[in-house]
């Protein structure tokens, strides 16, 4: 009996190895459920601090270096030559935007080998209109008749899709356990939380501020990042005894264990470089409430106002000291949008949805190729 052999795929993505958050997290997901069943997946790390990574399955490892962004521009960086190289054995390419770097090996792959492109965009980049409307444009001659997946609604509306053959919707997920299973920390009986890379568009700095205002309520910030420094800074300036800053990696257990215990999550960003949102996704598992901003991204579908979370301004200080002190003061209404956000998260966002609606894709295209 002939052995049918494994579908061959190349998925390229920013994901970091050693990075078991974000955008990372799921595509480890996709990978994983892409090799377990029958498909030999090739892995394009656009962007790779180290290559320690041990994945089920026919998975072959390439790019093992991070790529030069400046050289990647060119259409000769190696960058380009091995991503373009590493498609020629592939029946399907997926490509995870935004990495505009890579474009020219795309080009070469959807014009001149002639694969079928599946694009998935997680995010946009931000910067002036202008420079969003030549991005937005050259994007769509790029992966011209290529098949595009955004992450939310929000998302595909700010995109132009003339010129995709088709779209599609598919959110991102975490998966569905829910249990913090090591009791690691001493932490105090109340408190809101905020968990994250501590950068600027994460808008911490207005937790800061609207915690000077809350004297009475405590907050634990956990994680590092570039401005590590500047909010220990600004916390010991203050003298803000209410705030806890967990300045460091924080683990997978004790981010369960974290996010279980709080009153509710904080999610303050303040630009739309925040694409998606998912810790949103993880306080919902856990039941939470959600403080979050109105931005023109994926992240008020996550999580909508009224329904699983209170909603406010970006940059105003003082309108999330109000949605602080409103939940804070009552825990039944916080505990009410909690179970809105859990089952709008099993009706949404399950890992089994997720992974289905890419395996109908995928094999759609694939079935397309074989009519060609």
Known sequence: MKIAKPRKLLIHSNYHPDNNGGIELVVRLLINSLSIND???????????????????????????????????????????????????????????????????????????????????????????WVMRLYNNLRSIVFSGAVCVATSPNLLSTINTGKFKKTYIVPLCIPQASESKVKSLKLPPRYAFYIGRIVQYKGIKFIIEAATTLPDITFILAGDGPLSNFISDEINLKQLKNIIFLNRFVTEAEKLELIENCEFVLFPSISENEAFGLVQLEA????????????????????????????????????????????????????????????RFQSLFSEISFVNSWQRIILDNLLENNQK
């Open 39 to 129: 498909y030999e997946v090739t892995c394009f790390f656009g962007d790779n601090k180290n290559s320690n990574i041990v994945i089920d399955g026919h998975v072959n490892h390439i790019s093992r270096r991070i790529l030069i962004k400046v050289a990647g521009a060119c259409i000769l960086s190696w960058g380009n030559v091995k991503f373009f190289l590493s498609s020629l054995r592939s029946e399907l390419v997926i490509f995870q935007e935004p990495y505009p770097s890579l474009w020219p090996a795309v080009l070469f792959i959807r014009y001149f080998l002639r694969k079928r492109v599946i694009v998935l965009v997680h995010a946009n980049p931000v910067s002036y209109q």
């Open 284 to 343: 919902m598992r856990f039941r939470k409430a959600i403080i979050n901003t109105y931005l023109n991204s994926g992240v008020n579908y996550v999580a909508p106002d009224s329904d699983c979370a209170v909603t406010v301004e970006r940059c105003n200080a003082n309108s999330l000291a109000d949605a602080i002190k409103y939940l804070w003061t009552n825990p039944d209404h916080s505990k009410s949008l909690g179970e809105n956000g859990f089952n």
